[in-house]
């Protein structure tokens, strides 16, 4: 076979998978040693402290130890031998890690049950034959554990990889124009630090560009912050709302008052770092949004769990899916906010913004983004007041929306078919006796014929001097209300009499 360029870097490729792969096995063998001893110490102890050469008691003993053993084994494998420090444990990896401990218990019983049976049919007992079988009953167990907690409990997940970001403005394409919204409310403590990175970042991307902050009625120096940052740089607009109107409100806001051919929004609040926006231009070229997810949500439980709820509600209701509704780090073409009206003031905004791409026919893709910690300040996006009105704009909206859904589709008109004119042949011969006196008799008379399987008929009774052969219904465009007939033909002239 010849070597290639493509052949040697899937070689090479191969060989640091299998390195890899065999350094992360010797770690895993650290670990497992680690958890040996564990496991070891704590069945000698309660061997010790509860003597027994009881097969049943012994498993019972070493299923304890190994759950023991199988703690730490999590945590040190987690942070060190599968790098995953980056992330926090997730509901599904404990169950995972729950299912492959059982696994592994199971399989280690199974193997100690064996060796210590063999042991007594040659009367072998004592101490020490106890922990070889225990030692036996662990050396089995290493593949199945270590298979299980590789591509079960640690799989490796897109949290844990590093996000790539250009670091070099050259590097990759930016649009012509942006603008950045972003809404405020009591945001005081992070709103300069907010602003000033974007502006950094920015500048160091694209000249022409805004920032429009929109303060929701701020109770604290929001405002005052921002106006004075923007009696620095032209560049950052601020829009004050006399009272607190809501999120969605605060955005509509920046919509109405944007100016560039892009549009990107993004909380203030400090958790999303503006450098991912990098990965999204390329991606606007093709699409006419660009929606990001949080891959691993910096929130409490409480408000995953709102979240995780409003997902399904709107999925449910409006047939939209996509991974993370409110997140708000998302890129728009400009069009769509000049040609659509924005209806909902508070949380529902998101969920009608993409309810109606969708409907629309819009493009999309979704990109993953970092979401950092709150670094000071409260958010009130779990607030009950809040959850209420969101609930009661989703199922008022919801009406609505469907019921025009419905006028659309009856208002759409079913198709019709086309009347088309024929071209005749005139003959100036007199016809046979033979030949019935029909009204495609006379010459000159245009002769309209429907499409195949028409089924129209005039709304007028069909006389000799009518338009010959003619199944209409209805009143087709372009034919008058009254007709002249046309005089019967006497036979033996060319032409009808009294024209």
């Known amino acids: 076979m010849a070597t290639t360029p493509f052949t040697i870097n899937l070689q090479k490729r191969s060989s640091r998978n299998f390195t890899d792969t065999l350094k992360q096995f010797i770690r895993f063998g650290f670990v497992g040693g680690m958890n040996t001893l564990i496991d070891i110490v704590a069945f000698n102890m309660l061997v010790w402290m509860?003597?027994?050469?009881?097969?049943?008691?012994?498993?019972?003993?070493?299923?304890?130890?190994?759950?023991?053993g199988a703690i730490n084994s999590f945590f040190w494998n987690k942070v060190w031998t599968f790098r995953q420090h980056r992330s926090r444990v997730t509901q599904e990896q404990l169950l995972s890690f729950i299912l492959v401990t059982s696994l592994g218990i199971i399989c280690n019983d199974m193997l100690l049950w064996l060796v210590t049976e063999?042991?007594?049919s040659?009367?072998?007992?004592?101490?020490?034959?106890?922990?070889?079988?225990?030692?036996?009953a662990i050396a089995g167990t290493v593949a199945i554990s270590y298979l299980g907690m590789r591509f079960s409990v640690f799989k490796p997940r897109e949290e844990d990889r590093e996000i790539p970001m250009p670091q070099h403005p050259y590097l990759f394409r930016v649009p012509s124009s942006l603008s950045v919204i972003l809404p405020a409310y009591n945001e005081e403590a992070l709103i300069e630090s907010t602003i000033t990175h974007v502006m950094e970042i920015l500048i160091t991307w694209m000249q022409d560009f805004e920032v429009i902050v929109v303060n929701d009625g701020s109770k604290d120096r929001t405002g005052e912050i921002v106006a004075r940052l923007a009696s620095y740089d032209r560049r950052i607009r601020l829009i004050n709302h006399p009272v607190n109107k809501g999120y969605g409100a605060a955005l509509v806001t920046g919509f109405e008052a944007f100016t560039k051919d892009f549009v990107f929004f993004m909380d203030s609040d400090g958790q999303f770092d503006i450098r991912d926006l990098a990965r999204f231009f390329p991606l606007i070229e093709e699409y006419d949004v660009v929606l990001g997810y949080r891959i691993h949500r910096q929130d409490t439980?409480?408000?995953?769990?709102?979240?995780?709820?409003?997902?399904?509600?709107?999925?449910?209701?409006?047939d939209v899916h996509v991974r993370d509704i409110d997140c708000a780090f998302k890129l728009y073409r400009a069009d769509f906010f000049r040609t659509h009206r924005l209806e909902t003031r508070g949380a529902m905004i998101n969920a009608e913004i993409l309810y109606k791409l969708f409907h629309d026919g819009y493009?999309?893709?979704?990109?993953?983004?970092?979401?950092?910690?709150?670094?000071?300040?409260?958010?009130?996006?779990?607030?009950?007041?809040?959850?209420?009105?969101?609930?009661?704009?989703?199922?008022s909206y919801a009406r609505k929306w469907h019921k025009q859904e419905l006028e659309e589709a009856l208002a759409k008109p079913t198709p019709k078919a086309a009347l088309t004119k024929q071209s005749v042949t005139i003959s100036h011969q007199p016809p046979t006796q033979k030949a019935a006196l029909t009204r495609g008799n006379y010459p000159n008379a245009p002769v309209y014929t429907p499409i195949p399987s028409a089924g129209y008929q005039l709304p007028f009774p069909s006389t000799p001097g009518n338009y010959p052969n003619v199944p209409i219904t209805g009143t087709p465009i372009g034919f008058p209300q009254q007709y002249t007939p046309i005089p019967e033909y006497v036979p033996g002239t060319t032409q009808p009499t009294n024209r």
């Open 118 to 120: 063999l042991l007594n």
């Open 363 to 395: 493009t999309y893709t979704e990109v993953g983004v970092q979401h950092l910690p709150r670094k000071a300040g409260k958010a009130t996006g779990a607030k009950p007041a809040v959850i209420l009105r969101a609930l009661g704009e989703l199922f």
């Open 301 to 318: 439980f409480m408000r995953k769990l709102n979240a995780w709820g409003w997902k399904l509600l709107v999925s449910f209701i409006f």
């Open 50 to 68: 509860f003597p027994t050469n009881n097969t049943y008691m012994l498993v019972a003993y070493n299923s304890l130890a190994y759950a023991i």
């Open 122 to 136: 040659f009367s072998v007992t004592g101490f020490l034959w106890t922990n070889l079988a225990k030692i036996c």
